[in-house]
């Protein structure tokens, strides 16, 4: 088990919060003495506080910035075709 402690800001995370959940990328954006901002990836708006001691089941890997760049470019292209299209009517 960790804890969010281990995390440090402005880096991309794959983890697993608990055991049975899913992967899920988050960055942490922000550190106060005692929480850290996260921002989830799986749900663009979705960002929240957490305490530096609550706990984290699996930190799989911190991307390096050549996969983050890797997988913004898929983020980005899969954004344009998941939103409202355009009627030319």
Do not use: R
Not at 14 to 36: M, P
Request: glycine fraction near 2%.
């Amino acid at each position: 088990m960790y804890t969010y402690d281990l995390l440090e800001i402005g880096c991309h995370y794959l983890i697993k919060e608990k055991e049975t959940d899913k992967i899920s990328l988050i960055k942490v954006a922000l550190e106060s003495d005692h929480c850290l901002f996260i921002q989830h990836f799986d749900d663009p708006t979705a960002t929240e506080w957490k305490l530096k001691k609550d706990d984290i089941f699996d930190i799989i890997e911190c991307l390096t910035d050549t996969a983050v760049k890797e997988w913004e470019v898929y983020y980005k292209n899969t954004e344009a075709y998941s939103g409202e299209e355009d009627d030319d009517d």
